[in-house]
């Protein structure tokens, strides 16, 4: 269901149902779920890409199959497991690259937006087409959509179930970079060491701070004062601070 190698520093988390162009179900979900889990704790993995396996698709969606005839209840319970496992990855304390390999579509293009950034090779396309099967998206799609694009155009993709290529994607702020789908891996992952080879509590306390304005139950300002505060207290940010003083290059610690 869901593939891990590692790299150096790196976990590459790849969707392994080709089969159905790694439709999401929930057992691929848990996988993911598990993986992530695992990685938390796992000082020697700095940053984690999620791409899909093949050159034709991502994720193309949910699993329908698993949609089909469900109650209210019952479809209450798969979506809130959805958005509990999205929010974990927004707010995972290391940083998220999808590398989008082809199609992003329904629960692929939630899972995307959920990580902290998106490289899209030449050949990805976006949608969230889940009306043309009388169902909306739910697993945030709705919300993190007009968060990354604006309400307007989040408004006309989801109403209209249209697919957008990745020049559009780039053009509207919903990804990051485009790359040839041959340079998919490498961008992706030059992307993250550019990242990864700052201070680990730094990277954790952005990514909240930059998150907790999209929260209605969080101020966003104290948020960042508190981990503003917090950073320059650390070994980590004394160590920074130092090094750029004394013109030497960091040796940050996580502490």
């Not at 004062?225 to 601070?241: I, P």
Request: glycine letters at 10%.
């Amino acid at each position: 269901m869901v593939q891990m190698e590692l790299k150096e520093n790196i976990a590459i988390l790849t969707l392994t149902r080709p089969k159905v162009l790694n439709a999401l179900n929930r057992d691929s979900l848990k996988a993911l779920q598990k993986h992530l889990e695992t990685l938390l704790d796992n000082e020697g993995v700095r940053g984690i890409i999620v791409t899909g396996y093949g050159e034709k698709a991502f994720a193309t969606g949910a699993d329908i199959a698993e949609l089909h005839g469900l109650s209210y209840e019952d479809a209450l319970a798969h979506g809130a497991f959805g958005q509990r496992l999205f929010d974990f990855i927004e707010s995972y304390p290391k940083p998220i690259v999808a590398a989008v390999n082809g199609y992003a579509l329904g629960a692929g293009c939630e899972l995307a937006m959920a990580c902290h950034l998106i490289v899209a090779a030449e050949n990805a396309q976006f949608g969230l087409p889940e009306l043309k099967l009388g169902i909306i998206p739910g697993y945030g799609g709705t919300q993190r959509l007009q968060q990354r694009i604006g309400k307007t155009r989040a408004l006309e993709m989801i109403l209209t179930g249209k697919f957008i290529t990745a020049q559009q994607a780039y053009e509207w702020g919903l990804v990051n970079k485009i790359v040839p789908l041959q340079r998919l891996l490498p961008e992706s992952i030059a992307l993250l060491k550019a990242i990864i080879e700052k201070s680990p509590l730094a990277i954790r306390y952005a990514i909240e701070a930059i998150n907790a304005f999209w929260d209605e139950e969080r101020n966003g300002y104290e948020v960042e004062l508190k981990n503003f505060a917090l950073s320059c207290s650390s070994e980590d940010g004394k160590e920074g601070t130092a090094a750029f003083l004394q013109k030497r290059q960091p040796n940050f610690m996580g502490k």
